[in-house]
């Protein structure tokens, strides 16, 4: 059951890098699987998937126990400062920094544990007042604030899109992203790099791949729909 998505989703991801002139390997992909129990987990794990996004830390720590330690955990959702230092080392990227404060802790943190902690500074680019992330131009202030700190790394962009029918709604925003990636690329800041571009979900990742996109986080595509009720 699973396999047939994450074939289906494989072949759009290919289809795409081949629209855009990309190769496939230039994309991660990303199976957000919050919500989701262990068992299906396991199930597309069996099927070379390595790279998996929670949004809440108490189930990245409780699967990361429980499930082979070669996947790699991302941090998608927002994050609560008291909650930094239990999870730091145990993800491998967090995508969703949008403050200075919130970079500070994780570099707190970081350097008590001796490591240095990769992250994406999460821009709201559509300007939605429901979505976490800061603007295009807070973008570039917080990227040079953070790139003082020691013990965390920007890797670059990360960025949700808004929900919409159709993904050529989004274009234009995944090309934002990535114009804003070019532009603090060339200031040619210490300590910052800009290789990760994480947008596109089951709704729009084809787009958000041929607007440059090198990880995509698919959810739904993969695991079918999300029931919070339970
Ligand atoms: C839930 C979530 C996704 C996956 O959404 P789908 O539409 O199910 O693919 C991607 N990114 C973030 C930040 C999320 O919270």
Redesign the pocket.
Known sequence: MLKENLIQVEEKINAACQRAGRSRSEVTL?A?S?TKPIPMLSEIYAEGIRNF?E?KVQEILEKHEELPNDIKWHM??HLQRNKVKSVIDKVSLI??VDSFRLAEEINIQAKKKNITVPILVQVNIAGEDTKFGITREDAIVLTEQIAELDNLRIQGL?T?AP?VNDPEDNRQYFRGIRQLSVDIRNKNIDNVCMDIL?MG???D?EVAIEEGATMV???????G??NYNK
């Open positions: 990303i957000v919050k996004g949004n998608i959702g995508h969703s990360m949700i929900l994480s979900m089951t709704g990742y986080r698919v959810g739904t595509g993969i695991f729909a999300r």
